[in-house]
């Protein structure tokens, strides 16, 4: 039987009360402020995802579950609410799923996201579907557990806005119904620990798989197109994604498509001068302090810095995560600053090997010569990963994205791609 849907009857009642919880709640049904956008309501698409999807890998689901964060029913309808309640925010009208929205495959289709106040940040959202099987959460790796990662947006200036984790505690531990919660499920009132437990409790059930590549993995060979199975030869030949979307790149991955590891790929480094960026993060990296660090990587321009201003290596500048490939279609624009607009322009960028001037590029960089159709078959694979959830939106964002690349393709440059490599720019030691 599947593993949420156990305990049904004691879920449906939990469902009821959350439901009144949603009903009372002014944030999640009042008037929003200007350019912020609204809290949206949780749909279908914001429920607990099935266990059993075809290519979804039960092992790493169940090695995902911490043991001192079980997951119960009313633990997870519980944080599914908190998901959703801007009082979490300073101001009330701020909740995750502003930025997450199940609608979006839990993104905003924004190039950075945009907080309390309007408030824009520095770095494009990614989803939290699959957030489960991250080996570290955000761009550059800063946490590791969801636990941890739930407790930075709540304080972060541009986001959420909380002075501290406790003053959004403060928020929600007067309200009976969230009381009453705690008390089902923790066993206590309201603290800031269990409130991160339950948030990520909820965020462990978006599993997304069953997309038409994972039908075809399981032996349907009609489930994808002659594009889409030429897309994915060469993703894993010619194309050299599997490099660094794949665990290793001596056996093919079909599950999570990224080798949980960090890189400069060229993104934004050009834009700025990361060499005063880096000297000028030393000191703040030497405080260890996560909420500072945080700050700086969303709302300053030391995001650019990547992992560098986790780890301090030289090497580490302008790295950032390997993302899961999963959904990708429908949680466009692309990479940690959400430069580029379409797939067709992902793949443009690597097929120039673009980052001739940056000494930190990796060496699995470089020109790759796609003819017009290769890319077109690299695109086709891509969208292939898009859940059977999201098929609808999959299809018109399919049509947008080429009829946006039918006439502005930025980062074609056909001549660099038919190229040799590049030799490599020295390191100028900062
Ligand atoms: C104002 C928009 C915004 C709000 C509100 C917000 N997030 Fe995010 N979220 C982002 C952005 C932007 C990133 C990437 C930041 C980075 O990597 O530095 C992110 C990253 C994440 C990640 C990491 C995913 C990955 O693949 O690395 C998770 C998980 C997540 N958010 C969950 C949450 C939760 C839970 C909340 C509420 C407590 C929340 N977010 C509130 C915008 C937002
Ligand atoms: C050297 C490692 C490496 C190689 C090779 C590589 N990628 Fe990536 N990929 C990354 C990293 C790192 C990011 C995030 C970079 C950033 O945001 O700055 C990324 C981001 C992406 C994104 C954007 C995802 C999102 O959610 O924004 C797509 C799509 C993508 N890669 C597809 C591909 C394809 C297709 C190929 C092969 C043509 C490929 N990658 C080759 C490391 C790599």
């Known amino acids: ?58 092992d790493l689901t169940r090695a995902a579950i911490p043991p001192d964060n ?37 993104t905003d289709g924004k190039r950075v996201s945009i907080g309390i106040g309007g408030r824009a940040g520095q770095r494009n959202a990614p989803t939290i579907l699959n957030a489960l099987y991250n080996k570290t959460q955000f761009w550059d790796g800063r946490v590791t557990t969801l636990e941890e990662q739930a407790a930075l947006p709540i304080v972060n200036p541009v986001e959420m806005g909380q002075p501290s984790l406790n003053a959004a505690v403060a928020r929600i531990a007067a ?76 056996e093919r991955d079909v599950t999570n498509f990224t080798d949980h590891d960090f890189h400069n790929i060229g993104i934004g480094i050009i834009r700025h001068n990361v060499v005063a960026l880096a000297r000028q993060a030393e000191q703040l990296i030497n405080s260890g302090d996560p909420a500072a660090i945080d700050r700086a990587a969303v709302q300053t321009e030391m995001s650019a810095l990547g992992r560098f201003l986790i780890t301090k290596k030289e090497s580490d500048i302008a790295s950032f995560k390997s993302p899961n490939l999963r959904n990708v279609l429908v949680t466009a624009p692309y990479f940690h600053d959400g430069s580029q607009e379409t797939l067709w322009d992902v793949v443009d960028h690597y097929n120039k090997g673009d980052g001739l001037q940056n000494p930190y590029l990796d060496e699995d960089i470089q020109p790759l010569a ?37 006439t502005t393709r930025p980062q074609r440059d056909t001549a660099r791609a038919f190229d040799p490599k590049p030799p490599r720019a020295p390191l100028p030691h900062p």
């Open 70 to 106: 079980r997951q119960t029913p009313q633990k997870i309808a519980l944080g599914e609410k908190l998901f959703f309640d801007g009082r979490l925010s300073a101001d009330g009208t701020v909740a995750c799923g502003t930025c997450h929205d199940p609608a979006r495959a839990f």
């Open 175 to 250: 309200i009976r119904e969230y009381q009453d919660a705690f008390q089902e499920v923790f066993g206590g009132r309201p603290n800031g620990p269990d409130l991160l437990r339950a948030i990520a409790s909820y965020e462990r059930t978006q599993l997304s798989f069953d997309s038409p590549f994972d039908h075809f993995i399981a032996g349907d060979a009609s489930a994808i197109d002659g594009a889409a199975k030429r897309g994915w030869e060469l993703f894993n030949t010619r194309g050299r994604c599997n490099k660094c979307h794949a665990l290793t790149d001596a």
């Open 370 to 406: 796609l003819t017009e159709d290769d890319i077109d078959d690299l695109v086709a694979f891509l969208a292939s990963l898009t859940s059977g959830d999201y098929r609808e939106r999959a299809v018109k964002e399919l049509a947008r994205q080429r009829a946006v690349s039918r």
């Open 1 to 58: 039987m599947d593993g949420w849907a156990r305990e049904g009857l004691v879920r449906r009642r939990v469902r009821v009360m959350v439901t009144l919880l949603v009903i009372a709640s002014p944030a999640a049904s009042g008037p929003t402020a200007g350019a912020q956008p609204e809290i949206p309501t949780p749909g279908p698409l914001a429920e607990p995802r099935p266990l059993r999807q075809v290519g979804a890998p039960a």
